[in-house]
């Protein structure tokens, strides 16, 4: 079954890592922004996690850094700086601060009342992107709400709904290639965490896939 994007006026694209706004949603956004639909990102953590043992990228400058390829990522999309708000949580650690996301995502529905939510799956491998789609569940509000599993990649589901990304796979792996701090580009921490080649692959297919949630 295909996306119906009828009638979203306004989206909240909730995102547990930088990067993972492009890699679930990236195609959604684009069509919604071509629409005329507002879209405003959030991203909960800080994503300083990713190469602990990096002297060359120590924390404060990799949590920097993946702002700006989200920023230069989500501009490409026509999603402004101004329209991204990071919250800055501890990466690997949303499970311990529940309360801390629950409040800060209460604040942003409230504030923004979009008409579609965007969010991470429950039942994502990844504990932070359990731990944001936990947070969500808490919080009535009457939009609409889609989401979107990272990893693992491609995983399937028997009620996914699908978006056709614009400008297919090639589109989506270059705004995936923004994150570059994710791509293999710090060299000096060969614990550090990278997106496999095969990772890229499926992360950029062409088509997004989504599951709605009962509001």
Same mark, same amino acid.
């Given at each position: 079954m295909r996306l119906a994007l009828g009638g979203i006026r306004s989206a909240l694209i909730v995102a547990p890592h930088p990067d993972d706004e492009i890699i679930g949603?990236?195609?959604?956004?684009?069509?919604?922004?071509l629409r005329g639909a507002t879209v405003r990102v959030v991203i909960v953590s800080d994503g300083g996690a990713s190469h602990p043992g990096s002297t060359a990228w120590p924390r404060a400058r990799l949590v920097a850094e993946r702002r700006r390829e989200s920023r230069r990522a989500l501009l490409r999309l026509a999603v402004p700086a101004d329209?991204? !708000?990071?919250?800055?949580?501890?990466?690997?650690?949303l499970a311990a601060q529940g309360e801390a996301c629950r409040r800060t995502l209460r604040r942003l529905v409230a504030q923004t009342e979009p008409t579609l939510i965007v969010a991470p799956a429950a039942s994502d491998a990844h504990p932070d992107?359990?731990?944001?789609a936990a947070a969500l569940r808490e919080i009535r509000t009457p939009a609409r709400r889609l989401d979107y599993q990272v990893w693992p990649p491609r995983g399937r589901h028997p009620r996914a709904? !699908?978006?056709?990304?614009?400008?297919?796979?090639?589109?989506?792996?270059?705004?995936?290639?923004?994150?570059?701090t994710q791509l293999g580009a710090i060299r000096d921490d060969p614990a550090g965490f990278a997106i496999a080649r095969?990772?890229?692959?499926?992360?950029?297919?062409?088509?997004?896939r989504f599951v709605a949630q009962q509001r």
């Open positions: 949603g990236a195609g959604l956004i684009a069509a919604l922004r329209a991204v !708000t990071f919250v800055g949580l501890p990466d690997g650690a992107h359990r731990a944001v709904i !699908t978006l056709v990304v614009a400008r297919g796979a090639a589109a989506k792996r270059s705004l995936i290639r923004a994150h570059r095969h990772e890229l692959a499926a992360f950029a297919h062409p088509l997004e």
